[in-house]
């Protein structure tokens, strides 16, 4: 610190100086004169006014010139706008070309002093490339510059080009890239499946084995032998299927059809074991947990039954959506039932109460993409239709919105990987994309493209790892987008019995 500058702090307010300070030595005879002290008791001794270890800043208002290259940090700092736009297509491609981030990270070290040490993957930080220090990020600096990384001293033995800090990044270990295809591993043709964004027609059964309604009827394709077999047909009826589900076991599917009825049928014996009337418009929506069915229709009801005896055990009927009924999903505990309808209201009911326990109004348009966090107990993700184009997140344990982020289409499903914490999201108008993200940085890991109409049906494989989508465009697509692997960032609990197994 200056010591003018001290002198003046250390300045009693008539003039004189503290004794003992050192603008005015105090000498052998003189006197304690300063208050509240008498001679027979020790004298403080004063502290030093500037705290140790404290940056040392020069003049407020103009920068420092010692070692500041203005031209190389003014071509190194970002506009914010290139920030923003680089989030999208470069977000999902920052890993694209490994050795070029290495060479440039090698250079900011070499010439600019980065002290870059470890090569990290970009998704964390939203896909950029590797920045500087953070003292190269502004054009002024106000204060003196640290030693720098090229002026380090080198060991006299050592036979190395490059400074110790870009040793250890050229010996850091690379991370394996993560790479999804951007074409669907298997494509099938299904005619006459319609292009209806209130309606659920494509599921995936526990037993690997896809349900499908085309028109009206409903086929069974085994991802294992690749057979595909008709399990029934409403023409007879006069009907058509609105929406399929299978029971958690997988033995059951369940069918909802236009003129309100919920067939329930027997896929090992392909019998029908039972007829669910009680909807006077069709069922869009349908949730199994455990024996008993959810049934959501355009009647704006939703109904929940037992299976085995239907016509014993009254029916439970959830009242409080003004228009359909289009997304219907248990929580993974089987506690809480989330629907959201075309009143763009997502609801969240409890098994215990026919009333709605949470109600969220936060949708400009109609909710079907409704879908529990497997890893996260109590988060629920929705999705908004093209009005709204929003992925939303709630915290249902406290009711609180969490997290969204603007898709710029409309929102048609949504699913969360088993194994990691990611979710994928098809959409319709107007890019009719696939993308998948990373909870909760919310950055866009892959987007996949192939479908010429709205992607308005999806079902994830029972081992986790690929989904199957529908269009109008009478195609279904199956993708890998999710790993098999256990996210290694995944914490393990104490509580878990299975984990102490040996």
Request: charged share 20%; aromatic share 8%; net charge positive.
């Amino acid at each position: 610190m200056d010591t003018e500058f001290e002198k003046r702090l250390l300045r009693q307010p008539n003039g004189r100086t503290s004794l003992g300070s050192s603008g005015s030595p105090s000498t052998p005879g003189s006197q304690n004169t300063e208050p509240f002290t008498s001679p027979r008791m020790p004298r403080k001794q004063m502290t030093p006014v500037n705290s140790p270890q404290k940056d040392k800043y020069g003049d407020r208002f103009i920068p420092s010139r010692a070692g500041n290259n203005w031209a190389v940090n003014f071509n190194m700092i970002q506009d914010k706008n290139q920030v923003a736009k680089k989030t999208g297509r470069e977000a999902s491609e920052g890993s694209k070309d490994y050795s070029l981030s290495i060479y440039s990270s090698l250079l900011k070290n070499e010439i600019l002093g980065s002290q870059i040490e470890d090569f990290k993957e970009t998704s964390d930080s939203r896909g950029l490339p590797l920045q500087p220090s953070s003292e190269g990020r502004n054009l002024f600096s106000y204060r003196p510059k640290r030693h720098s990384i090229i002026n380090e001293p080198q060991s006299p033995y050592s036979l190395s080009p490059v400074s110790s800090k870009s040793q250890k990044l050229l010996r850091s270990p690379r991370k394996a890239s993560r790479k999804i295809s951007k074409i669907p591993f298997k494509v099938l043709d299904a005619p006459e499946l319609q292009d209806d964004f209130y309606l659920n027609l494509v599921d995936w059964s526990s037993q690997n084995v896809l349900s499908v309604g085309l028109g009206a009827c409903v086929y069974l394709w085994s991802a294992c032998t690749s057979q595909v077999t008709r399990l029934c047909d409403l023409t007879n009826d006069n009907d058509t299927v609105t929406s399929v589900s299978w029971a958690e076991r997988g033995n059951f599917v369940a069918v909802g059809t236009h003129r309100g009825y919920v067939q329930i049928w027997d896929v090992a014996a392909a019998k029908r074991v039972n007829v669910l009337s009680g909807h006077s418009a069709r069922v869009g929506a349908l949730a199994w947990s455990g024996d008993m069915l959810s049934s959501g229709s355009r009647d704006r009801l939703i109904l929940q039954r037992d299976v085995r005896t239907p016509s014993v055990a009254p029916e439970r009927r959830l009242v409080g959506h003004r228009q359909e009924v289009c997304g219907l999903k248990w929580s993974p505990d089987n506690q809480y039932l989330a629907s959201g309808g075309n009143d763009n209201k997502l609801f969240v009911w409890s098994s215990a109460t026919t009333t709605p326990m949470q109600t969220y109004t936060d949708h400009l348009a109609a909710v079907k993409a409704i879908a529990w966090s497997p890893h996260h107990h109590g988060l629920l993700a929705s999705g908004g239709g093209t009005a709204d184009r929003y992925i939303r997140f709630w915290n249902t344990l406290t009711g609180q919105p969490m997290q969204s982020v603007d898709t710029g289409s409309q929102v048609c499903n949504l699913a969360w990987s088993k194994h990691a914490s990611e979710l994928v999201s098809t959409h319709g108008y107007s890019q009719n994309q696939i993308l998948v993200w990373k909870y909760p940085s919310l950055v866009q890991v892959a987007k996949l493209t192939g479908h010429s109409y709205r992607v308005l049906y999806l079902a994830m494989s029972p081992d986790g790892e690929a989904i199957v989508t529908g269009a109008g465009d009478e195609t279904l697509r199956f993708w890998n987008v999710f790993s098999k692997a256990r996210s290694q960032k995944e914490s393990k609990s104490a509580l878990n019995l299975f984990t102490s197994i040996r």
